[in-house]
Nanobody, 124 residues
Framework: QVHVVESGGGLVQAGGSLRLSCVASGRTFSSYFVGWFRQAPGKEREFVAAISWSGASTYYGNSVKGRFTVSRDNAKNTVSLLMNSLKVEDTAVYYC?????????????????WGQGTQVTVSS
């Protein structure tokens, strides 16, 4: 069982940067595939980024490619999402999720554990 907690959300101006962190309580977090999703008011939850257990493979949603970078530090049980060149449309609650097995990065049902979410607001 893994418990994950997101942090780092806040208010930032368009064009700025923000780093989100996902910290797991379990000591075997390194064996989990970790993804980031976001949900804006009135919209469906959207895939943002994901990273394999080893960190060797990363995946990004089309709307964030070239702007966001996901990384992990297994020694610290932490996965980070660095968001650069933020746009107003990036405003959403961001969720960290973890799963094991044969995971398709952008498929929500493949993730077993979810954090509570952290709010990111980008102003113009």
């Amino acid at each position: 069982q893994v418990h994950v907690v997101e942090s780092g959300g806040g208010l930032v101006q368009a064009g700025g940067s923000l780093r989100l962190s996902c910290v797991a309580s379990g000591r075997t977090f390194s064996s989990y595939f970790v993804g980031w999703f976001r949900q804006a008011p009135g919209k469906e939850r959207e895939f943002v980024a994901a990273i394999s257990w080893s960190g060797a493979s990363t995946y990004y949603g089309n709307s964030v490619k070239g702007r966001f970078t996901v990384s992990r530090d297994n020694a610290k049980n932490t996965v980070s999402l660095l968001m650069n060149s933020l746009k107003v449309e990036d405003t959403a609650v961001y969720y960290c999720a973890a799963g094991r097995g044969m995971i398709v990065a952008n498929t929500e049902r493949h993730y077993d554990y979810w954090g509570q979410g952290t709010q990111v607001t980008v102003s113009s």
